[in-house]
């Protein structure tokens, strides 16, 4: 960095006085990441209010070779929006650009601000009788800019895709400060390079996202949730293979977790109960959602889907939900996994995915192999199985200090399970992206051709290397 006083009298007078802050007790709350790993510094906080704020303060930190960590809701998984501890870094907030600039009711697209937080799409959409369909445990502070750069997956990935199948149009500020212009979508445009496609995923490393038109959906005329206990995991992906052959585009979502792991939950939710009577090995949530036109047959379709697994003996038990608010009760189940395992104790978490036939032996082999490893710890595998992408979390084992373990024995296992991924031909990250977390992990076990083409993209684009130095590459 140059002279840093200079730099910030320059930013003050870009963005304002509201634009720029020092202030301890207004900066202290975003330099840690959400899962308490990573606490960073920062020289001060950026919040822009136009796109063309944004391509201003860029030019300067390029000028006086600030680097910029963008932030949206900071609810990532990977340390990616928390600075490093130098406090020579700047700290961009996209959260003031918050509007949604229009929906296009017939063309079914939004197009927003890197700021809009998730759950407010969500109401706007509903609001004309559309949907955005892309959900998340953090939608009350994940942002469209944070989703975009992180590629986020979520619940309904199965049918819908990640983000990347949800973008149409972006904009985005450059490293040299330019403004990447694609927000008007176009069905069939091919003018070389899908440029949008190389920001979404890459952490803010090559620009910073300031405005997307994203895809939307009907709303759902009617939705169908089964929770079901099975015997095994193999019986799980069969009876996803089953419901996929029976339902096809219908089906939402299929999510899996073991006995112990819902046993797990419902101790930290006092007031839930299991959906099942007896106890299961495994047990599969199951959404199916119908638009306006076979909506009215869903529930006699779902019906028959299900007596036709019983036959085959591929379920042990199933309930379907009887009303909504059985319904959402089942989601709670599941989207409460997260924080039942954190009260539970200390554990290292893993968002890994292998091709989808290989999960039921992936997950063997790993919890078997960890456990072996390291007595008295417990392996809970859990998570969106109809897109082969598993949590795999390790518990210590009962009464352990849980930052001396952390400390000892978090890094061997995490090798050691993204050892298993890698000879699975998995991924280490499948969707809360790389960040500082595990940018080891990717250089240790990535294929060293797509790690030089990653490094000649960013030297290319940000050859002064202001973007969110230190994360991902
Ligand atoms: C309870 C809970 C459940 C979650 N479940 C899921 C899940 O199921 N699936 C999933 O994929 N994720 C999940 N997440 C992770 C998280 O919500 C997503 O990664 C989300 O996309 C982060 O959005 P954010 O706005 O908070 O981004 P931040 O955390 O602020 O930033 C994330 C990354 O994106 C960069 N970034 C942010 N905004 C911009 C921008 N405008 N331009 C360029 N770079 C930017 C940051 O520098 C950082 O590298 C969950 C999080 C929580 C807390």
Redo the contacts with the bound molecule.
């Keep these: 960095m140059t002279d840093p006083d200079a730099f910030l009298s320059a930013a003050r007078a870009t963005l304002g006085e509201r634009g720029l802050t020092g202030d301890p007790d207004l900066v202290e709350p975003w330099l840690t990441?959400?899962?308490g790993r990573f606490t960073g510094r920062a020289l001060a906080l950026a919040s822009p209010a136009s796109t063309s704020e944004v391509a201003e303060l860029v030019r300067l930190c390029g000028a006086h070779r600030v680097g910029i960590?963008?932030?949206?809701?900071?609810?990532?998984?990977?340390?990616?929006?928390t600075p490093d501890p130098s406090g020579a870094q700047l700290l961009?907030s996209?959260r003031r650009?918050n509007a949604i600039r229009a929906i296009d009711s017939d063309a079914r697209q939004a197009t927003c601000e890197?700021?809009v937080?998730?759950e407010t799409l969500h109401h706007a959409a509903e609001d004309r009788d559309l949907r955005f369909p892309l959900?998340?445990?953090?939608?009350g502070?994940?942002?469209?800019?944070?989703?975009?750069?992180?590629?986020?997956?979520?619940?309904q990935v199965l049918r819908h895709g990640?983000?990347r199948a949800l973008v149409l149009g972006l904009e985005?500020v450059m490293p040299d400060g330019s403004i990447f212009d694609q927000l008007t979508p176009l069905k069939k445009d091919n003018r070389g390079f899908d440029l949008k496609q190389l920001?979404i995923g890459?952490?803010?490393?090559l620009?910073?996202?300031?405005a997307a038109t994203l895809k939307l959906e009907p709303a759902v005329a009617a939705r169908t949730v089964i929770w079901a206990g099975l015997d095994s995991l193999p019986a799980a992906r069969e009876l996803l293979l089953h419901c996929q052959a029976a339902e096809g585009e219908a089906l939402e979502g299929f999510e899996v977790l073991p006995g112990h792991c819902l046993a797990t939950v419902l101790r930290y939710l006092p007031d839930a109960r299991s959906p099942l009577a007896g106890e299961h090995r495994w047990h599969a949530l199951i959404e199916l959602d119908a638009g306006s036109r076979d909506a009215d047959s869903l529930a006699d379709r779902v019906e028959a889907m299900l007596a036709a697994a019983f036959e085959r003996g591929v379920i042990a038990d199933a309930v379907i939900a009887q009303s909504e608010a059985q319904a959402e009760a089942f989601w709670r189940i599941r989207?409460s996994i997260?924080?039942a395992e954190r009260a539970a104790g200390p554990a290292v978490q893993h968002?890994v995915s292998v091709p989808l036939a290989s999960v039921p032996g992936f997950v063997e082999e790993a919890v078997a192999q960890v456990e072996g490893r390291w007595p008295g710890s417990r392996a809970v595998a859990f998570g969106?199985l109809g897109d082969g992408n598993v949590h795999f979390h390790v518990i210590a084992p009962p009464g352990s200090d849980g930052p001396r373990w952390q400390e000892s024995d978090g890094k061997p296992i995490s090798r050691f399970v993204h050892d298993i991924v890698a000879r699975w031909r998995g991924s280490i990250s499948?969707?809360?992206?790389i960040?500082q977390l595990k940018r080891d992990e990717l250089h240790r076990l990535g294929d060293p051709v797509a790690l030089a083409l990653m490094a000649k993209i960013k030297a290319a684009l940000d050859p002064v290397g202001i973007m969110?130095p230190g994360?991902?590459l």
């Design positions: 990441d959400w899962r960590v963008p932030q949206g809701g900071n609810s990532g998984m990977s340390g990616g929006a961009l996209l650009m890197a700021g937080i998730l959900s998340l445990g953090g939608k502070s994940a942002t469209v800019g944070g989703l975009i750069s992180t590629n986020a997956g979520g619940t990640s983000m985005a920001l890459s952490e803010g490393t620009g910073i996202v300031t989207e997260a924080p968002d969106h499948a969707e809360h992206g960040g969110n994360k991902l």
